[in-house]
């Protein structure tokens, strides 16, 4: 699997522990984030993420700032994205099987690692459903959400 990342300085340790256990697993990531501790601005790097993930050139992304919030919101500004900011496994599988989402999003100062890399793996573990699902999903498109 090939899987966009992006982070902005409050994150870049944990970008760096998800990197290595995606590789270790075996997918290809492709790193947009920042590698420096030095503040920059969050909504370049998750524009930066979904642009990737709207082009086809990753299978989904990974977007991680202080609390999640802020990649999460200028994510769902980027048409064809549907970011959700997860915070435990549950979260995550019903993300992937119920929304589809492309992108998903973690607070990095309000989330060990170990749950991060739990949730990423319950979400590529998971499948998307269909159905009913996919009608609202229709909505939001339609209705230029």
Do not use: W
């Not at 899987?3 to 256990?21: C, P, W």
């Not at 977007?63 to 959700?84: D, F, H, Q, W, Y």
């Not at 929304?99 to 973690?106: D, G, L, S």
Request: glycine content about 8%; overall charge negative.
């Amino acid at each position: 699997m090939k899987i966009a990342i992006g982070n902005d300085h409050a994150a870049t340790d944990y970008k760096n522990e998800i990197v290595k256990f995606l590789e270790k697993e075996g997918h290809e990531v492709i790193n947009l984030g920042t590698d420096s501790h030095e503040s920059v601005d969050y909504p370049v790097f998750a524009k930066k993420v979904c642009n990737v993930v709207v082009e086809k050139e990753a299978d989904f992304g990974i977007l991680l700032c202080g609390t999640g919030i802020g990649v999460s919101i200028a994510a769902n500004k980027v048409e064809g994205i549907r970011a959700a900011l997860l915070y435990n496994e549950y979260s995550a599988r019903l993300t992937k099987q119920h929304n589809n989402a492309n992108v998903i999003a973690f607070g990095a100062r309000v989330m060990g690692i170990d749950l991060i890399l739990s949730c990423i793996k319950a979400y590529m573990e998971s499948e998307y459903e269909g159905g009913r699902h996919q009608r609202r999903i229709d909505m939001l498109e339609s209705c230029g959400c």
